[in-house]
């Protein structure tokens, strides 16, 4: 680098910083950074600050070449012992110089780091100091290229670093004395009396604070202007001139003076006036501090107005006021009093006050006027409210309130009488009273308890309602009974620390608690109080009781109705997902099955494994029962098979037998086989339950005709099972709720299995009676509509799939079971398409249709997450080819669509989980009727 060339920019930037303003530092600062990196050919110069206490820097100005990334956004706060070997060289005075980063000793590992991640090759760093102490440093960056300096360069830029520290310190000292202004302003501005300083030349304010008002900007304003509105200074004896005495006699001084304010109103004030001298001791400023005495000077009108206005208030209170000196002569009856008594003032001033009483109390308050003036003590009157007759012209005696209070005038006392006629109090007295006895009354026939008590929380009232649920006694009313003593032992403490806060004025709001009758019954209550004040004091609390058990009962059984229905939710959601992961398991192990590769040994395990999953299956369907998603999916079948398996999978382990009765003849019926089995599930465990000690359970069916009960459907034909067991039996008195919901005689019971078992029955357009004896048995006797129809056999799994040809398209949001059927009918031979959800089903269809060619079936899954399901799809498509044929698949197997399939649109169903041999079977019949399409479609 040009030694001349850098020399002249240092002198350039050193000359630019000596003219600089301090608002300007930071610009200069970054050309002054863009200069010198420019002519030193650097790719990065700055500059870092260190906080005052010496523990983190910040990268404050920054100037980066073309294609440099800036790095001052992730250079702040640093902590200085981030970098040691960086602060070593800074905090000793020495240049940080390294031509070459690779060349760093291990302890600066650290400084290595970061520097190869601003990939600087390349670095210089100039300490500045203000008076022997670090405050930063200056910075070079060389990054795409190595650089060294000499050290005449490092002079210049210690030059730099110089004339940057003088900058900053003019900074620091024009803030210094800026915050020194702002203190001292602050300190003026917190005075409450207008304060100057004036200028002795020109009488002109070179400062005042906020309460001197508000000064023009721009004029220049003199003292005599401001304060007396006038345009020349203050002359003359009775006016002088501050400023002048002053500058006069260089002495502070304090003299009151007229001031005129811009309204023209004049007002008094106290003038301290100061001496500013300049070099020569000349006064070349006063500084002025007015106080205004107006209000001083304005007391004796003040009084006066004052006294004329507790005249003109006396003469227009609507209460009587007297006043009476000490021989007990009236010497004030304002125009209230004359209304009152039918008397004139000047009639009254000077009379005794006791012609405004019946004769026969006159004597008696002479007495006590008379001792009250000798003794100078008050009696028993004196400074209270007292009720007596008064008398008025016409010989009228009415009720009046009197409140007396005494005064003294100098050496005189005297008493003044403040009077209420409490005539219509006393009316309103006796029909508040008799409104007291009416809502008492009113109180007694309420059925909450309604209760009073004193201060200590004794009851002193308790309506029937409470003494009758509470077993109070009259005794125990005159003995003294707490409120608290009404409360459960658990409760007690909280009602008493809430007795004493409604005590105190704080609402609380309704308060549940558990009460405790004399009997010792407990009862759940919730208490409504507040607090009885008499003359502004607390004296007890008043409140009602109410028996919350309904309340209660009533949200324990919607907060489990809510928790069941959270449970529903929870067990479809729960089933749909399991039945989609059996889908992937079942059909791929039946898939497996087909395989001619596969060697007999192997199919027995894949047989065993598919049994399995069949099983699970069942878990499925039960906790899809459970959800109350929808209808069951009928079938026509035998039960015989279905009563077998399901009696004994429930007995299996157990001490109790099972004895079956089943006619040979057995009709057919069209049921759900899975809500079928979970009827008799539940129904053989709780017979097990019955008898913990073992014993036999009979089922029975066979065929009847004309049941003698109606049971909503127009078959005469059922077919009978009745389970009967040997057990404890159930009580008469719970015989017509065993199967409410909720209703257990458990003690982990849900009451939710006969329930269950009820509402199947119902739906499947049955009847379920039960009979039952303690200690001899119970019988349960199910009816369910016999049928005619041919009984759908289930056809044998197969281990080859016939061969078709044709055009599916599949649509599921599960991978694997997309995978699965394209696999069961490519093997097949057809052609398979596969989408994730009805908006890509919607589209390929419409692709394919509108090429000339069709799909001959699609396969929609009823429930996509996230996407459109197969409901809002079928519609869709049916607009593009109405002739479409439709499965509709789905882990729901009770859903209303899928016990409904045709009315929604579809065609067939296939529920999940299924075989490979099932899809199959499913696809070949719903093409085998291609030409009776459904378009009914449900909104």
């Not at 390349?122 to 008076?131: A, L």
């Not at 039918?342 to 026969?360: A, F, V």
């Not at 209270?384 to 050496?411: K, Y």
């Not at 197997?893 to 009315?903: E, R, T």
């Amino acid at each position: 680098m040009s030694s001349y060339r850098f020399n002249k920019l240092v002198t350039s930037i050193s000359t630019r910083f000596i003219k600089m303003k301090p608002n300007q530092l930071d610009t200069y600062i970054t050309d002054a950074l863009e200069k010198i990196g420019t002519l030193a050919q650097v790719d990065r110069s700055y500059v870092f600050l260190f906080n005052d206490e010496l523990t983190t820097m910040t990268n404050t100005h920054e100037w980066c070449a073309d294609g440099i990334s800036p790095e001052i956004d992730n250079l702040k706060d640093i902590p200085i012992n981030t970098y040691p070997y960086l602060w070593d060289h800074l905090s000793q005075h020495r240049v940080f110089h390294i031509p070459d980063i690779t060349n760093l000793p291990p302890e600066a590992i650290n400084e290595k780091e970061e520097f190869e991640r601003e990939h600087i090759q390349s670095i210089i760093c100039v300490p500045m100091e203000i008076e022997g102490s670090p405050i930063g440093f200056l910075g070079f960056d060389a990054v795409k290229t190595k650089k060294s300096w000499t050290d005449d360069d490092i002079s210049l830029l210690k030059i730099v670093g110089e004339i940057f520290v003088n900058a900053y310190e003019r900074k620091y000292a024009q803030e210094k004395i800026q915050k020194q202004n702002i203190f001292l302003r602050s300190i003026i501005d917190s005075l409450t009396h207008p304060f100057y300083v004036i200028n002795v030349k020109d009488h002109s304010i070179a400062l005042a604070n906020k309460a001197a008002g508000t000064l023009p900007a721009d004029d220049t304003v003199t003292c005599y202007k401001h304060t007396h509105n006038q345009n020349s200074p203050c002359t003359g004896d009775n006016h002088p001139c501050p400023i002048r005495e002053v500058q006069k006699t260089k002495k502070p001084i304090c003299v009151d003076h007229q001031h005129t304010t811009s309204d023209g109103t004049k007002r008094t004030i106290a003038i301290h006036g100061y001496p500013i001298f300049d070099a020569d001791g000349n006064v070349e400023q006063m500084i002025e501090y007015t106080i205004d005495i107006s209000k001083q000077r304005d007391a004796e009108i003040a009084l006066q107005k004052s006294e004329e206005l507790l005249r003109l208030i006396i003469n227009a209170t609507q209460e009587a006021m007297i006043a009476i000196d000490e021989n007990g002569h009236i010497t004030l009856f304002n125009p209230a009093a004359e209304k009152m008594f039918g008397r004139t003032r000047t009639e009254m001033i000077g009379q005794p006050l006791d012609l405004l009483m019946p004769e026969k109390y006159r004597t008696k308050h002479t007495h006590y006027v008379r001792q009250y003036f000798a003794t100078g003590l008050p009696n028993m009157a004196i400074n209270r409210t007292v009720e007596l007759p008064g008398h008025r012209s016409d010989g009228t005696i009415f009720p009046m309130e009197i409140s007396l209070s005494t005064g003294q005038q100098g050496a005189k006392r005297f008493v003044i009488a403040v009077i209420r006629d409490i005539s219509k109090k006393k009316l309103a007295k006796q029909a508040l009273k008799e409104s007291i006895e009416k809502f008492r009354d009113i109180a007694e026939l309420l059925p909450v308890g309604i209760f009073e008590t004193d201060e200590n929380g004794v009851l002193t009232y308790a309506n029937r309602t409470l003494i009758e649920v509470a077993g109070i006694t009259p005794e125990d009313m005159k003995k003294g009974i707490k409120g608290v003593d009404l409360i459960a032992e658990e409760d007690r403490e909280a009602a008493t620390i809430n007795f004493f806060n409604v005590l105190n004025g704080k609402y609380l709001g309704p308060n549940d608690y558990q009460a405790i009758t004399k009997s010792g019954k407990n009862i759940p209550v919730t208490i409504h109080s507040n607090a009885i004040n008499r003359n502004g004091k607390a004296v007890g609390i008043r409140g009602i009781i109410v028996d919350i058990s309904d309340r209660l009962r009533l949200e324990q059984e919607r907060l489990k109705t809510e928790k069941l229905e959270s449970l529903g939710i929870l067990a479809g959601g729960l089933a749909h997902d399991f039945n989609n992961l059996l889908t992937g398991i079942l059909g791929n192990i039946s898939l497996v099955r087909y395989n001619k590769s596969v060697d007999d040994k192997a199919g027995k395990w894949l047989e065993e494994a598919e049994k399995a999953a069949i099983q699970a299956q069942g878990l499925t369907q039960q906790l899809l029962t459970f959800s109350k998603g929808g209808n069951p999916i009928k079938q026509t079948t035998t039960i015989d098979n279905l009563l077998k398996d399901t009696v004994s999978f429930v007995l299996r382990g157990s001490n109790v037998k099972p004895v079956f009765s089943i006619a040979d003849d057995l009709k057919a019926v069209e049921i759900d086989s899975g809500q079928i089995s979970q009827v008799i599930h539940n129904l053989v465990l709780n017979a097990d339950q019955a008898m913990p000690n073992g014993g036999t359970i009979t089922v029975t069916a066979q065929n009847i005709s004309q049941p003698e009960t109606n049971v909503g459907t127009d078959t005469k034909d059922f077919i009978e099972i009745t389970i009967q067991d040997e057990g404890m039996g159930i009580p008469k008195k719970h015989l017509d709720n065993i199967f409410d919901p909720y209703f257990t005689t458990k003690a982990k019971g849900s009451g939710l299995g006969l329930a269950t078992v009820y509402s199947i029955i119902k739906k499947h357009n049955g009847m379920i009676k039960v009979y039952s004896e303690v200690n001899k048995g119970t019988t349960f006797r199910i009816l369910l509509p016999a049928t005619n129809s041919t009984v759908v056999q289930q056809q044998e799994t197969t281990t080859t799939l016939p061969t078709a040809t044709g055009r599916i398209l599949v649509m599921d949001d599960e991978e694997i079971i997309r995978n699965l059927a394209s696999k069961v009918l490519t093997n097949q031979g057809y052609t398979v398409d596969c989408v994730c959800n009805g908006e890509e089903a919607i589209q390929c269809f419409k692709n394919v249709y509108d090429s000339g060619q069709r799909y001959d079936a699609v396969i929609l899954d009823l429930t996509i997450q996230g996407g459109m399901g197969g409901k809002e799809t079928i519609k869709a498509l049916r607009e593009i080819d109405t002739d479409i044929r439709a499965l509709v698949s789905s882990g729901y197997s009770n859903d209303p669509i899928m016990a409904d399939y045709q009315s929604f649109g579809f065609d067939g169903i296939i529920p999940k989980p299924y075989r490979a041999f099932e899809l199959s079977r499913a696809v070949q019949e719903l093409l085998s009727h291609r030409e009776e399409p459904a378009t009914s479609l449900q909104s």
